[in-house]
């Protein structure tokens, strides 16, 4: 089989789109197949917090790729632009991490305690200056750990406009076409079956979020991918009451740029069903009120829910599956498939293209939990 392309990208959310446009943008012909609509899945029904900081749970290898895709961010959104015209809505005005009872205090302050041990800006904030900084927040909120340099972003947005980049850079973006099968050349892929053709291809990369389970399944491999689903609502605002993100334990809120406020999100194991529930949307509803008592006053915009792609470890599952040569893997971002979309994309269209990696990927191997099943 002679290839048709170098790299064939499987699933069409953040991660992959940025997958088919890093690669594309490396001059590689690239073919992206995705079952449904581009961000049809978790990226599509994401808030788009760019939170890497307040992700974070200690400085290790994690922490740095979280980072290291904030950074990517900060000047992806003018690339995109000017590639596809489309504008993706960043926003950088930091994360509050807001206290309403002591222990979550203690907490945020051992967090403020290791990030500024590790050199990344952080800072206290009491009562009167969490409202000093965000006015219409509750008078509960006793104090934050202020990140300035988190964002956000549109998700939906982002992921079409990594779509329409990658097109421009010559790759086909192929909607409504499932990948059925690998096509193997003894222990090396040569390429990836549909119901309509064959694609022969040089790599083939996995990115197809929570379906990655039963679409490795499919496709001969195993991988440990599991839904958790998350429900969000939306609140219309003409200009948002609050400009930083801001999160508690039981919720977080998200001001976009076109005046609605995101409220998210919970966090559901076990479950496919993307509905919202009612249920969901009174404990998202009551957090938000309490956090943010003017929401109490504005038309409810909507609410919808999506499947995180967890691993065991919270960590994603990126790198060569080892078993065929030449298939990669990039899925299991769980709840920082946004945030870590750009430098996911660039390592592993790196890695296809049989280049170096700007990252050390080994922390993030598929292959980790090999022997504890
Ligand atoms: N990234 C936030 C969430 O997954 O809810």
Known sequence: MNPSADVVVVGGGAVGCSVAYHAARRGARVVLLEAETVGSGASGAAAGMLAAQAEARGPDSFLDLLLEGRKMHRKLGAELYEVTGLDAEYVWEGTLRVALSEAHAKDLSEALRWQREAGLSARWLDGAEVRELEPALSAGISGALYLPEDGQVNSPRLVRALALAAARNRAEVSEGEPASGLIRQRNRIAGVRTARREIAAGSVVVCGGVASGTLARHLGIRLPVAPVKGQILSVETITPPITSNVWDEECYLVPKRDGRVIVGATEEPGTHDRRPTLGGVAGLSGAAIGLLPHLARRPFAGAWGGLRPGTP????????????????????????????????????????????????LSPFSPLRFEGQR
């Open 313 to 360: 470890d919270g960590r994603p599952l990126i790198g060569p599956a080892g078993d065929p040569e030449g298939l990669l893997i990039a899925t299991g971002h769980y709840r920082n498939g946004v945030l870590l979309a750009p430098i996911t994309g660039d390592a592993v269209s790196a890695l296809a293209l049989g280049e170096q990696p700007a990252v050390d």
